[in-house]
């Protein structure tokens, strides 16, 4: 029940950026509030949803939003990617450029280049600045929702409902949509930017049929999506009015085999669909006569990932290895092959697998992470040491680490360095009060280096500006 509230609450406090959408405001948001409040978000949302954040699919998703922001020119912004674990079909551009998908809408889509859309999309929604100008600060009713919604966050428990409500009733009627035009200038920029990258346009029409298809089929419950981004109908006439104006063929499109979405979909699915949902979609390709070798080939690879899950280490790798059959070149498979060793407690053939694949690329943190934890559950705790300080400094909020850390920290007896990355992993988190004793409790170590002293004070004072 508190993880519900948690989750609605979070959806509100992201309403709020969206509710004045009628309302020309006198003034609108800063760069340097926007970034504020951004920030606010983004731990919001680390608390209430859990985050698919495995250092390959965080990379993924970045690499692809680093294309298009190469073509999209300067920004006012460091843009973070981001995959929620959540069934929903959602997508969306928070304040800062924070770019949130749901699994439910990776699971529609069908390609890179529909996923990119999506993705150059959001990107228009910030780069226009379409949220951060809907918000009217001469009443701040609108900041008094947020501080409401925020604080139901950061506190939970009884409180919650009651801010929850809070956030409602001081805020005005909630107005769920970007507005026609707005819509508009997104998917013109993501067109343009499509383009400069040699992206099919047609990643933009497909996409937009699929939104149509859900939105014709589940009429009287509209996705979240659908309802922040609403007429998929007029967006996908406007998109194809584009192309048909500019009567052109691009010859020179990048091309894809599709290998790496893929991977990074069934990944995902296998980590929030059910095995018996996920499972007989991906017989049926295998199955299916239609089904090309290739899609077979990655739907062989999303039941390995099933089959470990249900602890069949056995049938993953033979699965596994019809997939790297038909993709004999891509290493990266031997890093999967290693992670489904470790889990099978195999401990040599695994390391191999992870050191070969760091040879190869040494930039892997998917491989650098999985070796250093192998190593420290092999006595090998001051080399697992360096290979995870090496992950937080490539993936400097990837919460999992600094548990390791910890564990490590814990082991040589250095309480207040324990307790430092014990605050770091419950801050990434978002669970803000966690974070901030384990902080105080660092700080109250005499040991603890001064360098690590003033890393636990700058975070203990950005916990409180994020619990204003």
């Not at 360098?451 to 916990?463: F, G, N, S, W």
Request: proline letters at 3%; charged letters at 25%.
């Amino acid at each position: 029940m508190k993880n519900l509230t948690k989750k609605i609450t979070a959806w509100v406090l992201l309403a709020v950026f969206c509710q004045f959408a009628a309302i020309s405001p006198a003034f609108s948001f800063s760069i340097g509030e926007e970034r504020e409040v951004g920030e606010k978000l983004l731990y919001s949302v680390r608390s209430a949803f859990e985050l698919v954040d495995d250092p390959d699919v965080t990379q993924y998703i970045t690499h692809l939003g680093q294309s298009v922001l190469e073509v999209a020119g300067i920004q006012y912004f460091d843009y973070h990617f981001f995959v929620i674990a959540d069934k929903e079909v959602n997508a969306f551009a928070a304040p800062s450029g924070l770019i949130f998908f749901n699994a439910g809408l990776i699971e529609i889509v069908n390609s890179e280049d529909e996923l990119v859309s999506v993705l150059a999309h959001e990107i228009g929604h910030i780069v226009k600045r379409h949220l951060a100008s809907r918000v009217e600060k001469g009443t701040y009713s609108g900041i008094a929702s947020l501080g409401m919604a925020l604080a139901a966050i950061a506190f939970g428990g009884a409180a919650a409902p009651v801010l929850f409500t809070g956030a409602l009733a001081t805020g005005q009627s909630l107005n769920l949509y970007f507005s026609r035009q707005h819509e508009e200038e997104a998917d013109l920029l993501a067109y343009d930017w499509m383009k400069k990258l040699k992206r099919d346009p047609q990643g933009q029409i497909k996409m937009m049929e699929a939104l149509r298809r859900i939105a014709r089929y589940r009429s009287e419950k509209l996705p979240q999506y659908l309802l922040t981004h609403p007429n998929p109908e007029a967006r996908l006439d406007y998109i194809e009015s584009i192309l048909e104006n500019e009567n052109s063929k691009n010859d020179s499109l990048a091309r894809t085999d599709e290998f790496d979405f893929l991977r990074f979909k069934y990944r995902v699915l296998a980590k929030v669909k059910g095995p018996e949902t996920l499972k007989p979609i991906l017989a049926t390709i295998v199955a299916d006569g239609r089904s090309s070798e290739s899609v077979k080939a990655m739907a062989n690879y999303g039941l390995s990932q099933i089959a470990v899950s249900e602890n069949d280490y056995k049938r993953s790798l033979d699965l596994l290895e019809k997939t790297a059959k038909h993709y004999p070149n891509k290493k990266i498979l031997n890093v999967d092959r290693g992670a489904i060793l470790f889990a099978a407690a195999e401990m040599t053939e695994a390391e191999k697998c992870f050191r070969e694949a760091l040879q190869a690329e040494s930039s892997d943190m998917y491989a650098t992470f999985l070796l250093a934890k192998l190593l420290y559950r092999t006595g090998r705790a001051a080399e697992a040491e360096k290979y995870f300080k090496t992950v937080s400094y490539e993936l400097p909020e990837y919460a999992k680490v600094y548990f390791e850390l910890g564990q490590i920290a814990s082991d040589k007896g250095q309480k207040g360095i324990a307790a430092m990355y014990l605050g770091k992993f419950n801050l990434y988190q978002g669970k803000l009060k966690l974070a901030e004793q384990s902080l105080k409790s660092a700080l109250r170590d005499a040991a603890l280096p001064d360098a690590l002293k003033i890393e636990c004070r700058d975070l203990l004072k950005k916990i409180t500006l994020l619990k204003k």
